[in-house]
């Protein structure tokens, strides 16, 4: 079975200073990876995925199959990065994703 | 058009009553989901269409039931639900993994249902 933990319910960091966001999985195949984000008042979206190695908004998230992790990172965190961030994983072949429990990012002014 | 749309925003309801929960999407996506979100809580997958046949039915209660009459809407039948059903209750949609291409999953911006 899959499991995708996200050891930070809250995490709060001031402006500027850099942030990780923790995700790690199990399962036995080839997943895909994902950062969902969920701005205050809007609906979930995505942020980005691991087969597409972009950076959006500032953020990155590198597939770690060593240590099955995908954290998001960011250098210089902004006000505006305050959301709650869920990391996903799809089965290899499977549409549906399954989420982590969540993390709260406060970005302190 | 590149929003999944779900209606209605809110839904209160007795535990004796019928209703269905809308959701639409005119990406010719191929793939939709209900998921359930409970407060603090990450979405939980209930049911996932593909071609619209039902395809996964995570062990959902049978007071919740799916229908997807066409390609670009899913609806979800309540009946006799129970307070702890209460939740918002999330749809999307995607290309299916088997069409390649880009698959990302846009979400509705949920139905909040409150059942008392």
């Known amino acids: 079975a899959q499991r995708v933990t996200q050891p930070e319910k809250l995490l709060s960091v001031f402006k500027g200073a850099p942030v990780e966001l923790k995700c790690n999985y199990s399962?036995?195949?080839?997943?895909?990876l994902f950062w969902y984000v969920q701005y205050s008042r809007q609906r979930l979206q995505l942020l980005l995925r691991h087969i597409s190695r972009e950076s959006i908004k500032g953020f990155t998230a590198d597939l770690n199959k060593g240590e099955t992790s995908f954290h998001l990172k960011k250098p210089f965190a902004q006000e505006e990065d305050s959301a709650m961030y869920y990391c996903a994983l799809r089965k290899a072949g499977a549409n549906n994703l399954f989420f982590g429990t969540g993390t709260r990012l406060t970005v302190i002014p | 058009d590149t929003e999944v749309t779900q209606t209605p925003k809110h839904l209160v309801m007795g535990m004796t009553n019928k209703k269905s929960l809308k959701c639409e999407q005119h990406?010719?996506?191929?793939?939709m989901y209900w998921y359930k979100q409970k407060a603090k809580k990450p979405p939980e997958l209930m049911f996932v269409?593909?071609?619209?046949?039902?395809?996964i039915n995570e062990s959902v209660p049978s007071r919740f039931s799916p229908e997807c009459p066409n390609s670009s809407l899913l609806n979800l039948h309540l009946h006799a639900l129970q307070p702890e059903d209460s939740a918002l209750y999330l749809c999307?949609?995607?290309?299916?993994?088997?069409?390649?291409?880009?698959?990302?999953?846009?979400f509705g911006p949920g139905t909040r249902l409150t059942v008392l």
């Open positions: 999307a949609s995607s290309r299916l993994v088997s069409s390649g291409g880009d698959n990302e999953q846009f």
């Open positions: 990406m010719g996506h191929r793939a």
């Open positions: 269409y593909s071609y619209e046949k039902l395809s």
């Open positions: 399962y036995s195949g080839s997943p895909e």
